[in-house]
């Protein structure tokens, strides 16, 4: 029987009452639809997983000590909340949801019908003290890690995916219908896959997004209350540049690519400090070099989030400019890349000594968790033994590493290569004809590898498509299939946003929101150590290893010139970390056991770079 079901939803910042009526009956039976999921028993079976044959019909709590997510000892907030499946024609809710659990059914979902008024309304509402916005954040990092937890056990069972699995496509998203609140076209009751033109999905990221889509619908169908409050779930993925999102929404980008968003690489880095230190020489103007420079300047930009700080040296025959590290906000990044189409032009001769001390002391005034030098020259410069041994002694007061990078076949690879050796770092040979964006961009690579996160950090961004604020919890997804290995592979990151919850600006108005604030900008900053438990040997041998991964985009090894067979690894385990890294390597498929590499696809637009991103265990 139809019933009538009254909610009434106060909006604590703007002090008004919207009351909803809905007519949404709960189905009292599954029809035909879930007949391929019953057991012999008369149990729904899927992906490894039993729930009763009467799972979702009538108000319950239904998912209460089932898996994947509900039989832990740190439940999600949804594990108590009550759902029922319902017809979407006979339903007047905005929000009913694709079940995710079983593909194909054809069964919609709804917590509203239920009651469900989500986390924020049910704890803010009265506004009683019981909780606050530190309690929220810790539901939605539960949340965060509890998908991630099951992301990467189900990424591990899709090595052998020859197919790609069915997923709702942006360019192509007959379901989606413009909402006036978005912008858009969207559509609630699903996530979409979505990935540049210039890309190609793989079919193991088409199957963990179709895992991802009944992991997101839980959260928000518990959670989200109005689809005029924009907010999102998202995961990008390492290897080919897959964006995955709830809701889905009409967009065929051609540029997008998440791997080099603020929240993806903060997610797998240190807060740091980037100091870009670029030749402005004559002979850049060769080749339209500068212009290279700026595009890759730009680029590096990309990478860096909130709470990551960036400076600049521009240096000829002496420093000629310099800006100090700022935060790069998304205010901070428009006036970053105008300041980099001022004072970026060619002319004069080269000197090198100079500009790296300046760049030093930058970082020395205000050091952070990481810090780096990207040093780009096209040219030549005197570099004493004297040179050599004071940058690097500076350069160790804050463990500071250097990428270098010579640009062109008159650079002078030979001092570039040692003062990225010498200090821990990277040197990459660039011809003029190749992606300086792309090897420029790839330096937080090797933070990937340094740092191994696994707690959640918080990101405070504008979203690309709308500028709508947005702080999101995010988490990094490894593949751990191969636990013997003295690295691990990153497949993705994962993010929530709290706007899911609440707008920002509703958050900013409660009480407590200094002290929410303080909170995640202290999750956001915290220092975590970098190739924490290797030995000096092992972590020369981590590096080379990394170093040799980005072969593609210029870099060479250190130790066939002075770090010769520093590896502190067994044979056994150098060969487990080879073959496993092949399979994963990003971007390029290493085959036939022998690291013979694919061609990559060049974007239509700027190359975007694609890094191959490892994490010591």
């Keep these: 029987t139809n019933f009538l079901i009254i909610s009434i939803i106060f909006h604590s910042s703007l002090n008004f009452i919207i009351v909803e009526c809905g007519n949404c009956p709960c189905l009292t039976s599954h029809g035909n639809a879930l007949d391929s999921y019953l057991d012999a028993e008369g149990d729904l079976y899927y992906d490894g997983h039993l729930y009763p044959s009467d799972y979702g019909l009538s108000c319950k709590d239904h998912d209460a000590d089932l898996a994947p997510f509900c039989n832990t000892d740190d439940n999600p907030e949804f594990c108590s909340e009550q759902f029922c499946y319902v017809d979407p024609d006979d339903c007047s809710y905005p929000l009913v949801y694709l079940s995710g659990y079983f593909p194909d059914s054809n069964l919609y979902y709804s917590y509203q019908t239920c009651g469900a008024n989500g986390t924020f309304y049910d704890w803010f509402n009265n506004r009683d003290g019981t909780y606050t916005l530190i309690d929220l954040a810790n539901v939605v990092e539960t949340y965060v890690l509890s998908i991630r937890t099951d992301l990467q056990s189900d990424y591990s069972d899709l090595e052998e995916v020859t197919e790609p699995c069915a997923t709702q496509s942006s360019c192509d998203c007959d379901i989606c219908a413009y909402n006036s609140d978005w912008g858009q076209e969207v559509s609630f009751t699903t996530t979409g896959l979505i990935i540049s033109s210039h890309l190609t999905a793989s079919d193991t990221s088409t199957c963990i997004t179709e895992i991802a889509n009944s992991y997101f619908l839980k959260v928000v169908g518990a959670e989200y209350q109005d689809t005029s409050q924009f907010g999102t779930l998202y995961a990008g993925y390492q290897s080919d540049g897959v964006f995955n999102q709830w809701p889905a929404v009409q967009w065929c980008p051609t540029a997008y690519d998440p791997r080099f968003r603020p929240w993806y690489s903060a997610a797998i880095t240190n807060p740091k400090v980037l100091i870009l230190v670029i030749d402005v020489s004559g002979s ?232 929410f604030y303080a909170y995640v900008q202290s999750e956001s900053e915290e220092c975590l150590a970098e190739f924490s438990g290797l030995s000096s040997d092992e972590k020369d041998n981590v590096l080379e290893y ?72």
């Design 546 to 617: 990394v170093r040799s991964l980005e072969s593609d985009v210029g870099a060479a090894t250190c130790n066939n010139s002075n770090n010769n067979n520093k590896s502190g690894l067994s044979a056994g385990a150098v060969a487990g970390i080879v073959i496993g890294s092949i399979v994963f390597a990003i971007c390029c498929v290493y085959v036939l056991m022998k690291l013979s590499s694919s061609n990559q696809v060049k974007p239509e637009t700027r190359s975007t770079p694609v890094v191959q991103a490892y994490v010591v265990n």
């Design 284 to 515: 850049m103007a060769t080749n339209d070099r500068i212009d290279l420079a700026v595009e890759a300047a730009k680029a590096v930009l990309d990478t860096l989030g909130w709470k990551d700080q960036v400076g600049f040296v521009l240096f000829n025959s002496a420093v000629t400019e310099t800006r100090d590290p700022v935060y790069v906000t998304d205010d901070q990044r428009d006036t970053l890349d105008s300041w980099i189409d001022t004072n970026v032009f060619a002319g004069g001769g080269t000197e090198f000594y100079d500009p790296l001390v300046a760049a030093i002391d930058m970082i020395d005034e205000d050091p952070g968790c990481s810090n780096v030098i990207l040093f780009l020259t096209d040219g030549i410069a005197d570099f004493t033994k004297e040179n050599y041994e004071s940058i690097t002694s500076l350069a160790a007061t804050n463990s500071i590493t250097f990428f270098t990078y010579a640009l062109g076949s008159g650079a002078d690879s030979s001092v570039m290569k040692q003062i990225a050796c010498d200090n821990d770092g990277i040197f990459y040979s660039v011809e003029d004809s190749d992606d300086l964006a792309k090897a420029m961009s790839s330096y937080y690579a090797y933070y990937a590898a340094a740092v191994s996160n696994t707690g959640t950090r918080w990101i405070l961004y504008n979203d690309a498509l709308t500028g709508t604020e947005l702080l999101s919890a995010c988490t990094p997804l490894y593949d751990n299939t191969n636990p013997e290995l003295e690295i691990s592979v990153i497949f993705g990151v994962m993010c929530i946003d709290i706007n899911i919850f609440a707008d920002v600006d509703t958050l900013r108005a409660e009480d407590d929101w200094d002290d």
